[in-house]
């Protein structure tokens, strides 16, 4: 196996690791929100931790109309999002690391 073959293994193990981390953090928000946790009213350093790891996953879909009544529906989005880059992605490195192994 070539070098250049192994990297690309660890960089698409590396990445979907980093992937299930945000999507268990987002499922952890999820739940604080649902409990009432939020990191403005409690000071909780952990929860703080995940809102400021999770708010540029959210952020950008806030902005669309993904709201009906008090349900937000962007974090239903970024998991969905998540999962086909995560999928799109691993896939694409081990296939190119498959083509330079021969």
Do not use: K
């Not at 962007?74 to 880059?85: K, M, N, T």
């Amino acid at each position: 196996m070539s070098v250049i073959a192994q990297l690309l293994h660890i960089l698409a193990s590396l990445f979907s690791m980093v992937c299930q981390v945000f999507y268990w953090l987002l499922i952890i928000r999820i739940i604080l929100s649902w409990v009432g946790v939020h990191p403005y009213t409690h000071f909780n350093e952990a929860v703080a931790v995940i809102y400021n790891a999770t708010d540029f996953l959210l952020r950008p879909f806030r902005r669309l109309p993904l709201t009906i009544g008090p349900i937000d529906f962007s974090p239903i989005l970024v998991f969905f999002l998540l999962q086909f880059a995560q999928r799109w992605v691993v896939m694409q490195l081990l296939t190119l690391a498959a083509r330079l192994q021969g």
